[in-house]
């Protein structure tokens, strides 16, 4: 029977492990439908501090019981069987890794995007028993990059599910997820290449620094036309007083509106 492959993308504390689990209760009496996940957390919490070849060694153990588990799943003929990965994925080459594997075992793959903002991570990560240090989640997040469905093949089938929302135990939720499942086990990724995708990724990457340019001197200019215009309206005294700090506030702003371009996390046009 097909079986789907599953990665559940978003900031520790989104709500991952928890919808993971709910999903795996939902479908275990279902006819038609198997669903069961890996906790890459399982592999990495043996590790007291952080040592990267531990690290890397954890999530090499990982991806081995994911390809264990589709392995099993594609010889069982009674069921559709979906697969959940539960990793934070904040690398898109993270997700590439697992798109790798659905394609090697003939599986089907698909994401779900928990989309949540800092602030609201770290609150629910203070209520934790296992707690993320704040600077390693502050980091996560800076470094974070949302699936495209619209720029590439591995990411083209991606439920967006916005985390603060989430009521595990509504009908309809589960319902969404289930069309979705159904949806991508219906239609897998054909015509993939490799090569080819990489040739359209080098060339995205090429017109996003072109962008990204070209709106780091526009905002430039932007910013240095706003400080010139405080600076003719206030009297010399205000602008000595004033002048720095303004400074400063803009090009954190203009710093920041051009991370968020690269991260994918806002969007140009409505």
Same mark, same amino acid.
């Given at each position: *029977?097909? /079986?789907?492959?599953? +990665?559940?993308?978003? %900031?520790?504390? +989104? ?58 799943? &594609? ?5 559709? @069987? ?9 690398? =898109? ?16 793959? #698909? $994401? ?11 609150? =629910? @990560?203070?209520? =934790?028993?296992?707690?993320? !240090? ?11 990059? !949302? ?16 985390? %603060? ?8 939720? *589960? ?8 949806? +991508?086990?219906?239609? !897998? /990724? ?7 995708? +990489?040739?359209?990724?080098? #060339? ?6 072109? %962008?990204?340019? $070209? ?10 036309? *706003?400080?010139? #215009? ?20 803009? @090009? ?5 509106? &051009? $991370?968020?371009?690269? $991260? ?7």
């Amino acid at each position: *029977m097909p /079986v789907l492959l599953v +990665a559940l993308v978003g %900031l520790p504390a +989104a709500g991952k492990t928890s919808l993971s689990r709910r999903l795996c209760e939902a479908f275990d009496n279902s006819a038609t439908l198997h669903v069961e996940a890996v906790h890459f957390d399982d592999f990495e919490a043996s590790a007291v501090t952080f040592d990267p070849q531990e690290w890397k060694d954890a999530r090499t153990a990982a991806l081995s019981a994911v390809t264990e588990r589709l392995d099993a799943l &594609k010889a069982e003929s009674n069921k559709c @069987n979906v697969l959940l990965v539960d990793d934070n994925g904040y690398y =898109r080459s993270m997700r590439k890794q697992l798109f790798h594997r659905a394609l090697e075992t003939g599986a089907a793959f #698909a $994401q779900v995007y928990l989309r949540i903002d800092v602030e609201s991570a770290l609150r =629910r @990560n203070a209520a =934790r028993d296992a707690i993320v !240090p704040e600077q390693s989640l502050r980091r996560m997040a800076s470094l974070l990059e !949302p699936p495209l469905p619209q720029a590439s093949l591995s990411e083209k089938h991606c439920l967006q599910l916005e985390s %603060l929302d989430i009521d595990l135990d509504s009908d309809a939720l *589960m319902e969404t997820v289930r069309q979705f499942f159904t949806s +991508a086990l219906a239609n !897998p /990724v054909e015509g993939w290449s490799g090569e080819a995708e +990489a040739a359209a990724e080098e #060339a995205r990457r090429a017109n996003a620094e072109s %962008l990204l340019h $070209q709106i780091d001197l526009a905002s430039k200019k932007v910013f240095g036309d *706003m400080m010139r #215009a405080a600076a003719e309206a206030s009297d010399a005294k205000a602008v000595k007083r004033e002048f720095g700090a303004r400074s400063r506030d803009l @090009n954190a702003l203009r710093r920041e509106f &051009k $991370q968020q371009i690269q $991260q994918g996390t806002r969007e140009l046009w409505a």
